[in-house]
Nanobody, 125 residues
Framework: QVQLAESGGGLVQAGDSLRLSCAVS????????MGWFRQAPGKERESVAR????????YYADSVKGRFTISRDSDKNRVYLQMDRLKYDDTAVYYC??????????????????WGQGTQVTVSS
């Protein structure tokens, strides 16, 4: 089992920055790609960013490209999402995600085996 715990959400103004952190415990995910998803009110959960197990390959949704940065610290068992130049449309609950197996990447919900409880990010315009 893998336990994921997000932190760092909050209420900010448009243009501000936030850094989300995901603490990983339980079974090691050192060899797993990791990802962040978000779900806005009334919308489906969507993939925001993911990072390879080495931390050298990243992917971003078009809506956040150039503003968000995903990273990981395997020594600390943490995954981060640095969010800059936040927009009102970034308002959502953000979830840390680990895949079902090391062979998968958390690209789709179907590939995710473990979710955190989520952290709320609210951006006021």
């Amino acid at each position: 089992q893998v336990q994921l715990a997000e932190s760092g959400g909050g209420l900010v103004q448009a243009g501000d920055s936030l850094r989300l952190s995901c603490a990983v415990s339980g079974r090691t995910v050192t060899r797993n790609a990791m990802g962040w998803f978000r779900q806005a009110p009334g919308k489906e959960r969507e993939s925001v960013a993911r990072v390879s197990w080495r931390g050298d390959i990243t992917y971003y949704a078009d809506s956040v490209k150039g503003r968000f940065t995903i990273s990981r610290d395997s020594d600390k068992n943490r995954v981060y999402l640095q969010m800059d130049r936040l927009k009102y449309d970034d308002t959502a609950v953000y979830y840390c995600a680990a895949p079902k197996s090391p062979l998968l990447t958390p690209h789709r919900e179907a590939d995710v085996g473990f979710w955190g409880q989520g952290t709320q990010v609210t951006v006021s315009s």
